[in-house]
C-alpha cells in the first residue's frame, strides 16, 4: 500500500483517484514553495500606470485566479477602444528557475469539482498574480482597437500596473444587464463599465458571424457541493451573453498576440486546429442523410457548413445527438510552432495569451512579446527557442492529461451521486451502439452509461456496424442511435465512474415500451465525449 485516498463513498477521494491515476503532480518542489512565498509587489517602473481605469473580472462563482480584466470605451471614429489586461505571470515566474521548471512539468492546472490542481502555487495563482479587486497587480496588456463591424484596425502591447475596481461573476453581470436585484454589486458599474464593455463586445459578434465559427451548443455538467463536501446536485452549466462577451474578448486578444509576434519576427506557440479527416466527415455523412441533413463533398469546408447543418436539425429531437457528434467529427487542438491555422474559429493565425496563470502555453507568448517589444528582461530565452517543438508536444499531451482526468473524475462524481438510485428510472437517449450494447445519456443528469447488450432478453439482436444500431432477428425491432429509451439504472460504481442500466421494460416478452425508435438510422463511431478546448 502506497498511499490510503480515503472511501469513495466520500466525494472528497473521487478527484485523488484521477490525480493519482494520471501522475498529476500535486505536490509542489521545496525550492518552488520558496520562490513563490518570496514574491512581492511589482513596482511601477517601466510600466503604464492604468490604475485609474475602472478595469473589472468577470470570472466563475467559483473561481479563484483571476487571470483577465477587460475596459472598454468608445472610440472617436465610431468604433471602439478594448484593453484586455492579462496577469504578468512573467514576472514572478523567470526563465529556468524552479517555478519556471515545475509549470512547464505540470503544464496547465487541472480543474475537479472540489479542488484545483494548479499549475503555479498558491501565493502565486491566488495572489500576486490574480488580479483581485482593488490591489494592484502587473499585467501585460493588449490595447485593441476595433471598427464599429468588428474589424480589427490596429492594436498595442504593454506592461503596466492596474488595480481591479470589481471581482464580478457571470451570472451578477448577466442579472444586471437584465435589470436584476438591486443589491447586486453589478448593477452599479452598468453605465460606466457594462454598457461600454457590451457595446463592444456587439461589434465583435458581428466580426464572429461574418468569419463563420464554429457553433456548438453542448452543456457541460457541473457538480454542485454542499457545504458538507457532499454532492448536492449535477445539472447542466449555464452559459449567458456574458460568457460569451469574455470568450470573444480573449480571442481578439489571443488573435493580436499571435499577429504581434509574427510581426516581431519571433517563434510563436500557436493554438492549432486542423481540418476534420475524411474518415470522420464520412461517418458523420451516414449518420445525418437519413434525416434530411446534408453536408457537402468536394467543397472547401468551413465552420459555416457545420453550423447550417446545426441550424437546419434545431426543431429535430436529435439536435443534442447531433451537436455531439459533430464535435466527435472535429480534430483535436493542440500547441504547435508551425501554424495551421485554427479550423474550428475561423481564423488564420491563433495563440493563447489570456491564462498564463493556469497554462504555460500563454507564458510562452508573454515571453515572446516581451522579448519582441523590448519590455524586460525576462523574456523568452534562446533554449527554449530551439525546444519550442518538443515544448509544443509536451504541453499539448499535459491538457490532454488534464481533459481525460477532468472527465473521468465527473464520471465518478456522478456515479457516486447516483449510487444510492440503483433502481429508479430515467429518460434518456441512445448516443453510442456497439457489438455489446446501447450507450444511452441520462436527460436529467447528462450522464453515460451502458445497456449491455446481454440485458436485451426479449430479442436477439444483431449489429450493423455501418448503421449504427441494434435489431432484433425476430421482431425486428431496431435500437438506434438518437432513440428515446426509459432506463433503469443497475449498477453505479464511484471508483471507475461506471453506470449500466437496463431498459426499463427489459423483462417483457414484447419489445420494450421504454423507447421510440426511429428504423434505417446511421451514426458516427461511438467513442466517449469530450470537451473541446480552443
Same mark, same amino acid.
Given at each position: 500500500?502506497?498511499?490510503?485516498?480515503?472511501?469513495?463513498?466520500?466525494?472528497?477521494?473521487?478527484?485523488?483517484?484521477?490525480?493519482?491515476?494520471?501522475?498529476?503532480?500535486?505536490?509542489?518542489?521545496?525550492?518552488?514553495?520558496?520562490?513563490?512565498?518570496?514574491?512581492? &509587489?511589482?513596482?511601477?517602473?517601466?510600466?503604464? /500606470?492604468? #490604475?485609474?481605469?475602472?478595469?473589472?473580472?468577470?470570472?466563475? &462563482?467559483?473561481?479563484?485566479?483571476? /487571470?483577465?480584466?477587460?475596459?472598454?470605451? &468608445?472610440?472617436?471614429?465610431?468604433?471602439?477602444?478594448?484593453?484586455?489586461?492579462?496577469?504578468?505571470?512573467?514576472?514572478?515566474?523567470?526563465?529556468? /528557475?524552479?517555478?519556471?521548471?515545475?509549470?512547464?512539468?505540470?503544464?496547465?492546472?487541472? %480543474?475537479?469539482?472540489?479542488?484545483?490542481?494548479?499549475?503555479?502555487?498558491?501565493? +502565486?495563482?491566488?495572489?500576486?498574480?490574480? +488580479?483581485?479587486?482593488?490591489?494592484?497587480?502587473?499585467? =501585460?496588456?493588449?490595447?485593441?482597437?476595433?471598427?464599429?463591424?468588428?474589424?480589427?484596425?490596429?492594436?498595442?502591447? *504593454? #506592461?503596466?500596473?492596474?488595480?481591479?475596481?470589481?471581482?464580478? @461573476?457571470? /451570472?451578477?453581470?448577466?442579472?444586471?444587464?437584465?435589470?436584476?436585484?438591486?443589491?447586486?454589486?453589478? !448593477?452599479?458599474?452598468?453605465?460606466?463599465?457594462?454598457?461600454?464593455?457590451?457595446? &463592444?463586445?456587439?461589434? +465583435?459578434? $458581428?466580426?464572429?458571424?461574418?468569419?463563420?465559427?464554429? *457553433?456548438?451548443?453542448?452543456?457541460?455538467?457541473?457538480?454542485?457541493?454542499?457545504?458538507?463536501?457532499?454532492?448536492?446536485?449535477?445539472?447542466?452549466?449555464?452559459?449567458?451573453?456574458?460568457?460569451?462577451?469574455?470568450?470573444?474578448?480573449?480571442?481578439?486578444?489571443?488573435?493580436?498576440?499571435?499577429?504581434?509576434?509574427?510581426?516581431?519576427?519571433?517563434?510563436?506557440?500557436?493554438?492549432?486546429?486542423? =481540418?476534420?479527416?475524411?474518415?470522420?466527415?464520412?461517418?458523420?455523412?451516414?449518420?445525418?442523410?437519413?434525416?434530411?441533413?446534408?453536408?457537402?463533398?468536394?467543397?472547401?469546408?468551413?465552420?459555416?457548413?457545420?453550423?447550417?447543418?446545426?441550424?437546419?436539425?434545431?426543431?429535430?429531437?436529435?439536435?443534442?445527438?447531433?451537436?455531439?457528434?459533430?464535435?466527435?467529427?472535429?480534430?483535436?487542438?493542440?500547441?504547435?510552432?508551425?501554424?495551421?491555422?485554427?479550423?474550428?474559429?475561423?481564423?488564420?493565425?491563433?495563440?493563447?495569451?489570456?491564462?498564463?496563470?493556469?497554462? %504555460?502555453?500563454? =507564458?510562452?507568448?508573454?515571453?515572446?512579446?516581451?522579448?519582441?517589444? $523590448?519590455?524586460?528582461?525576462?523574456?523568452?530565452?534562446?533554449?527554449?527557442? *530551439?525546444?519550442?517543438?518538443?515544448?509544443? !508536444?509536451?504541453?499539448?499531451? !499535459?491538457?490532454?492529461?488534464?481533459?481525460?482526468?477532468?472527465?473521468?473524475?465527473?464520471?465518478?462524481?456522478?456515479?457516486?451521486?447516483?449510487?444510492?438510485?440503483?433502481?429508479?428510472?430515467?429518460?434518456?437517449?441512445?448516443?453510442?451502439?456497439?457489438?455489446?450494447?446501447?450507450?444511452? @445519456?441520462?436527460?436529467?443528469?447528462?450522464?453515460?452509461?451502458?445497456?449491455?447488450?446481454?440485458?436485451?432478453?426479449?430479442?436477439?439482436?444483431?449489429?450493423?456496424?455501418?448503421?449504427?444500431?441494434? !435489431?432484433?432477428?425476430?421482431?425486428? =425491432?431496431?435500437?438506434?442511435?438518437?432513440?428515446?429509451?426509459?432506463? $433503469?439504472?443497475?449498477?453505479?460504481?464511484?471508483?471507475?465512474?461506471?453506470?449500466?442500466?437496463?431498459?426499463?421494460?427489459?423483462?417483457?416478452?414484447?419489445?420494450?415500451?421504454?423507447?421510440?425508435?426511429?428504423?434505417?438510422?446511421?451514426?458516427?463511431?461511438?467513442?466517449?465525449?469530450?470537451? $473541446?478546448?480552443?
Amino acid at each position: 500500500i502506497v498511499e490510503r485516498l480515503g472511501s469513495m463513498a466520500d466525494p472528497r477521494s473521487v478527484s485523488l483517484v484521477a490525480i493519482h491515476s494520471y501522475d498529476i503532480p500535486d505536490l509542489f518542489p521545496d525550492e518552488a514553495l520558496t520562490l513563490a512565498e518570496a514574491a512581492q &509587489a511589482a513596482p511601477l517602473e517601466r510600466r503604464r /500606470d492604468l #490604475r485609474e481605469v475602472p478595469l473589472i473580472t468577470i470570472d466563475g &462563482a467559483d473561481a479563484r485566479d483571476f /487571470d483577465d480584466a477587460v475596459w472598454a470605451e &468608445a472610440s472617436e471614429s465610431g468604433g471602439w477602444h478594448i484593453i484586455v489586461a492579462i496577469a504578468d505571470v512573467a514576472w514572478y515566474v523567470r526563465p529556468g /528557475d524552479a517555478l519556471d521548471r515545475e509549470a512547464f512539468n505540470r503544464g496547465n492546472s487541472v %480543474y475537479f469539482p472540489d479542488r484545483v490542481v494548479p499549475m503555479l502555487p498558491e501565493a +502565486l495563482s491566488n495572489g500576486w498574480c490574480s +488580479l483581485k479587486p482593488n490591489e494592484d497587480r502587473p499585467c =501585460l496588456v493588449a490595447h485593441l482597437w476595433i471598427d464599429a463591424a468588428g474589424n480589427a484596425e490596429r492594436h498595442h502591447f *504593454e #506592461r503596466a500596473l492596474m488595480r481591479s475596481v470589481a471581482r464580478l @461573476t457571470y /451570472d451578477q453581470v448577466q442579472q444586471a444587464i437584465e435589470q436584476g436585484p438591486e443589491d447586486n454589486p453589478a !448593477t452599479a458599474l452598468i453605465e460606466p463599465v457594462l454598457k461600454p464593455l457590451y457595446g &463592444a463586445w456587439s461589434a +465583435l459578434v $458581428k466580426a464572429r458571424q461574418r468569419r463563420g465559427v464554429l *457553433e456548438l451548443d453542448l452543456p457541460e455538467r457541473q457538480v454542485v457541493l454542499g457545504a458538507d463536501g457532499k454532492i448536492a446536485q449535477i445539472l447542466p452549466r449555464q452559459r449567458h451573453d456574458s460568457h460569451r462577451l469574455i470568450e470573444d474578448f480573449m480571442i481578439a486578444a489571443n488573435v493580436a498576440a499571435a499577429e504581434q509576434i509574427e510581426a516581431l519576427g519571433l517563434p510563436c506557440m500557436y493554438r492549432v486546429h486542423d =481540418l476534420p479527416s475524411q474518415e470522420k466527415l464520412e461517418s458523420l455523412r451516414l449518420f445525418l442523410a437519413p434525416l434530411g441533413l446534408n453536408l457537402a463533398k468536394g467543397q472547401v469546408l468551413r465552420p459555416a457548413a457545420f453550423n447550417q447543418i446545426l441550424e437546419q436539425a434545431r426543431a429535430l429531437p436529435e439536435i443534442h445527438l447531433i451537436n455531439e457528434l459533430v464535435l466527435r467529427s472535429q480534430a483535436q487542438a493542440a500547441y504547435a510552432p508551425d501554424n495551421i491555422g485554427h479550423f474550428g474559429l475561423g481564423l488564420a493565425r491563433y495563440a493563447h495569451f489570456t491564462s498564463p496563470i493556469r497554462r %504555460y502555453s500563454d =507564458l510562452l507568448v508573454h515571453r515572446a512579446l516581451i522579448s519582441g517589444l $523590448k519590455l524586460g528582461s525576462d523574456g523568452l530565452p534562446e533554449d527554449a527557442i *530551439e525546444r519550442f517543438a518538443d515544448i509544443g !508536444t509536451h504541453i499539448s499531451a !499535459t491538457e490532454r492529461r488534464a481533459a481525460a482526468a477532468e472527465r473521468e473524475a465527473l464520471n465518478r462524481f456522478t456515479a457516486l451521486f447516483l449510487a444510492d438510485r440503483v433502481g429508479a428510472i430515467f429518460p434518456g437517449r441512445i448516443n453510442g451502439v456497439t457489438r455489446f450494447g446501447l450507450f444511452v @445519456t441520462l436527460d436529467e443528469t447528462g450522464a453515460d452509461g451502458l445497456v449491455p447488450l446481454s440485458s436485451l432478453p426479449f430479442d436477439s439482436f444483431v449489429f450493423d456496424g455501418t448503421k449504427h444500431n441494434l !435489431t432484433g432477428r425476430r421482431t425486428g =425491432l431496431t435500437l438506434s442511435l438518437g432513440d428515446e429509451v426509459a432506463v $433503469k439504472l443497475a449498477e453505479a460504481n464511484p471508483l471507475t465512474g461506471g453506470l449500466v442500466f437496463n431498459l426499463a421494460d427489459q423483462g417483457m416478452k414484447r419489445p420494450p415500451q421504454g423507447f421510440r425508435s426511429r428504423n434505417k438510422r446511421s451514426g458516427g463511431k461511438r467513442q466517449a465525449p469530450a470537451r $473541446k478546448r480552443n
